[in-house]
Every structure is written in structure tokens, then in C-alpha cells.
């Protein structure tokens, strides 16, 4: 579904006319959140949650419209462990993708329900889908498989008893 996802790596602030807010913990007095107006238009393009000096989440508004589209969640390590999009551009996050120990795109989860709560999964390798496993009627448990090559669905199965299996399989590789 998302065969090529621009959102490997952090979102910086670009030029020097940025305006930059800071808020600090009251108890601890560890910086807590980080608001950055690039734009100088009173409307925050970038805010960080922080934990003092690491990051947990960055929020950004790429296309200036005022509604965060992209959100990165960060690790203790402070390496970046998932970024949350919005399919539909209306703030509302319903796609999360992450890297796989390389570094490029390994896996994203799809809220086709836009519900907040995936229920489909992509596997990538080399940036390129390679299998997808989806729960399509809301019951929490997976009931279709797809599996792709060069970008073509392979084989796509089915679990039509509610078995949590496989009971139907059209393979179209033939």
C-alpha cells in the first residue's frame, strides 16, 4: 500500500528566522516540550516532548495547513523507533512505519478503520512490499495474507471459517 514512505530521519528546522518556545517540568525543571515556528506565523511547524535532553516525540506540520502530519517516536537509545502519518492529511494518524535494522522502511501498520488501531501489516525488504497480513472484519485476529514479488500480488489467502488459518488460497503467480 505504501511502497515508498519518505520518513526516515528526524524533521530540523531549515534557516535562521525561526521562532523557538521552550517548556520545562515544574518538579524536575527538565525541559519538556520544544515549539519551533519556522514560519513566523505564530503556528508551531515543529513541537518536541522531551524528557530533559532526549527526545520522545517530535510532532510536524510539513505542509503548513496548521494540523500535525508527521509524528516521530523515539527510544530511549533516541533512535527513531516509528513515524505516524496521516493518510488523509486531516491530522488523525492512521499509518505507523518503521525501520528495520538497516535503517530503510521494514514494516508499516495501517488503521484502514482510521480507528487508531492497525489492522493491517506490511513487510517490506529493500524498500519493496513483500507480504501483508490484514485482519479485514474487526475481530482482532488476522484472515488475510497477501504475499508480492516485484511489486505483484503473488498469492493472496483467505481464512473464511474464522479459523485463524488459511482456508482458501488463489495463487496467481500462474
Do not use: H
Amino acid at each position: 500500500m505504501l511502497a515508498s514512505v519518505a520518513l526516515l530521519g528526524a524533521c530540523a528546522p531549515q534557516g535562521s528566522s525561526q521562532s523557538v518556545d521552550a517548556a520545562y517540568d515544574k518538579e524536575t525543571g527538565k525541559l519538556s516540550r520544544l515549539t519551533v515556528d519556522t514560519r513566523k506565523d505564530g503556528k508551531p511547524d515543529i513541537t518536541s516532548y522531551m524528557d530533559g535532553n532526549k527526545f520522545l516525540r517530535i510532532e510536524i506540520d510539513q505542509d503548513e495547513d496548521g494540523r500535525v502530519d508527521r509524528w516521530e517516536y523515539y527510544g530511549p537509545d533516541q533512535k527513531l523507533e516509528k513515524v505516524g502519518l496521516s493518510r488523509s492529511n486531516d491530522g488523525k494518524q492512521d499509518v505507523w512505519a518503521f525501520q528495520d535494522p538497516s535503517g530503510t522502511l521494514g514494516k508499516v501498520q495501517i488503521s484502514t478503520r482510521r480507528d487508531g488501531t492497525p489492522n493491517r501489516t506490511e513487510f517490506y525488504r529493500d524498500r519493496d512490499l513483500v507480504r501483508a497480513e490484514e485482519d479485514t472484519d474487526g475481530d482482532g485476529r488476522t484472515d488475510r495474507w497477501e504475499t508480492y514479488a516485484n511489486g505483484a500480488l503473488v498469492t493472496l489467502s483467505l481464512d473464511l471459517t474464522k479459523s485463524g488459518k488459511p482456508t482458501t488460497t488463489i495463487d496467481y503467480s500462474k
